[in-house]
């Protein structure tokens, strides 16, 4: 297996999509680096008598009780262990694998005081799938996400829960299968590994994976339905898209148009003059998300190469300096924008469906030859409508709340955790959505006596090995989840 090496080389989306098929390792400068500001720490802590935040005084608003060196270490272990107050739902192990993976990263820049061996031991959980058990709720996303990543942390302490090879087990059962000494942890290191955005980001970094790749899924599953429903293709011509210039919109319409490209059906004499909205204007909607897309991808490309936990040691310069760099204001915005994005995807999907069963253009209603003895495609629908409801609901914005924590002293915080678990959710729910439509476009399609282009032919042959032609009424709860299944293989 190829081996990535933790460095300072500038991460993106893409090649952390790559990263997670690998195992990882700290380069020499990694390890240089880090060394470099324990030590800076080590001697600080010995020379300099005032209080500095975090490292020789308590946490939160007790930043004025000044903590002696002889308890530092047990200052670090008590805040993890009381820090991990995290319940609801479990986070998907492949987030807490993102989540181990950024830490190293964030970690890795020397400027957090941690020892290396404790940053080894991450990067030993991260190679041989050892995934702490995290949970859901817990962070308000302004202090860096402390409880999840207190779960995550516990771990490399021996406590609460990690699963290895497929199994829920204990962590100090796992470190003393695999001869590994829990980590004492030292000044300053607990505080460093609880705050930062890893929570919010990890799932940001998911979200923006699946919706990158479900945009491009919805372009081709709208194109077959804009066929099955005997669209027109003069709303795909470039020269409208160029006098507009969006980027995505210009992505869209080309994408759209490649697919339909040899069409008997596209290329047949129209009756209609114009389509509904949900077909000819698939470019500027399924643009506009794509454009969110990017801009967003830009936020989190931002947020992965940075240094988010506090205080921040500076070596070289003598210093060590208390801001506000696990704020997840960025993110949380960005988070809320980008469950907008992709709820629109979804949005204009189920409002092609619902053309789709209307009996419209030569199709039979509800898109089966003996309706009324059979009732076909009709409640599909109405899972679509719910589900895309249910991500309106969803898209009400975590970032403009706020509550104070910590006796004021933490008086505005960004609810990026909360953002992000909704987004995770209306990005689940575009995928459920776009099999949906897939479903009535493939049933569609087949009505039609002209061909469709080579491309989408192939596309709609490739689905029927998971999800046959319906001809009358059956299960349609089963083919939902193949369709779902097969929506899923391709994203």
């Known amino acids: 297996m190829r081996v990535h090496q933790i460095s300072k080389e500038k991460l993106t989306i893409s090649k952390l999509a790559d990263i997670l098929q690998t195992k990882i390792e700290l380069s020499d400068e990694v390890k240089h680096l880090v060394v470099k500001c324990r030590n800076y720490l080590n001697e600080k802590i010995k020379t300099h008598s005032d209080p500095i935040y975090g490292i020789n005084t308590g946490f939160g608003s007790l930043c004025n009780t000044s903590i002696s060196n002889d308890d530092l270490g047990i200052l670090q272990k008590n805040l993890v262990m009381s820090h991990a107050c995290g319940i609801g739902d479990e986070v998907p192990q492949n987030i807490v694998k993102l989540m181990l993976l950024l830490k190293i990263q964030g970690l890795s820049y020397g400027h957090s005081g941690v020892q290396l061996i404790t940053i080894e031991r991450l990067v030993d959980f991260y190679n041989n799938d050892i995934l702490p058990v995290v949970y859901q709720q817990g962070s308000l996303g302004a202090s860096g996400d402390l409880a999840p990543l207190a779960h995550l942390a516990l771990a ?99 994408n759209i148009f490649s697919y339909v490209k040899g069409s008997e059906i596209i290329a047949r004499k129209k009756e209609h003059v114009q389509d509904p909205y949900s077909f000819r204007c698939m470019p500027q909607v399924h643009g506009a998300s794509k454009d969110a897309i990017t801009y967003i991808t830009s936020v989190f490309e931002t947020e992965i190469n940075s240094v988010t936990d506090n205080p921040t040691i500076f070596p070289d310069e ?124 493939a049933q569609a399609i087949e009505f039609r006596t002209e061909k469709t282009s080579e491309v989408l032919a192939q596309f709609v042959a490739d689905y029927r090995k998971t999800v046959s032609f319906v001809k009358d009424d059956r299960y349609l709860h089963e083919d939902i989840k193949k369709s779902v299944a097969f929506v899923s293989a391709l994203s």
């Open 156 to 254: 490399l302490i021996g406590m609460g829960e990690v699963y290895y090879k497929g199994q829920k087990r204990n962590s100090e059962d796992v470190l003393k299968e695999l001869n590994w000494f829990p980590i004492e942890l030292h000044s300053k290191e607990g505080l460093a590994l609880l705050n930062g955005t890893q929570f919010m980001s990890a799932y940001g970094v998911w979200n923006l994976i699946q919706a990158t790749k479900l945009s491009e899924l919805a372009d081709k599953i709208g194109a077959l339905s804009l066929d099955a429903f005997d669209g027109r293709l003069e709303p795909f011509h470039d020269d409208v898209h160029h006098v507009r210039g969006h980027a995505g919109q210009l992505e869209t319409a080309r």
């Open 318 to 441: 003598d210093k060590i300096i208390s801001a506000g760099n696990f704020h997840g204001q960025p993110l949380a915005i960005s988070l809320d924008f980008l469950a907008i994005a992709v709820a629109e995807l979804g949005s204009i999907s189920e409002r092609r469906v619902y053309k789709l069963i209307g009996g419209e253009r030569g199709l039979p209603v509800f898109l089966v030859a003996n309706s009324g003895l059979n009732s076909g495609f009709m409640i599909p629908q109405y899972t679509a409508a719910s589900i895309a409801s249910q991500n309106k609901h969803l898209c009400a914005p975590a970032s403009v709340d706020t509550i104070d924590s910590s006796q004021g002293q933490e008086d505005h915080v960004s609810m990026g955790a909360n953002a992000a678990t909704k987004c995770h959710k209306v990005v689940e729910n575009l995928e459920k959505l776009l099999a949906i439509e897939l479903l009535n476009a």
